[in-house]
């Protein structure tokens, strides 16, 4: 999986980014900083398996649970 440089957003091909059209894509590694679109959750990439995120997620009290979610779902945060 790979995230635009312009718009931060994940996608799976690493040619062209699927939302913005542009071409300067880097390669979304594990324990990367990401954020869930729509909500205020951020996490770190755990695991990387089809369309498939796993995420590791801290809350305000610090609980730590693993969630997954779609690559459409998530944004790199920076």
């Given at each position: 999986?790979?995230?635009c440089?312009?718009?931060?957003?994940?996608?799976?091909?690493?040619?062209?980014?699927?939302?913005?059209?542009?071409?300067?894509?880097?390669?979304?590694?594990?324990?990367?900083?990401?954020?869930?679109?729509?909500?205020?959750?951020?996490?770190?990439?755990l695991?990387?398996?089809?369309?498939?995120?796993?995420?590791?997620?801290?809350?305000?009290?610090?609980?730590?649970?693993?969630?997954?979610?779609?690559?459409?779902?998530?944004?790199?945060?920076?």
């Open positions: 999986m790979f995230y440089l312009s718009c931060k957003r994940v996608g799976k091909n690493a040619e062209v980014c699927e939302y913005c059209s542009a071409e300067n894509l880097k390669e979304l590694k594990v324990d990367s900083p990401v954020n869930v679109i729509g909500t205020k959750l951020k996490g770190r990439v695991k990387l398996s089809g369309d498939k995120v796993r995420l590791l997620i801290r809350d305000d009290a610090n609980n730590r649970f693993i969630k997954e979610y779609s690559y459409r779902d998530i944004k790199k945060v920076l």
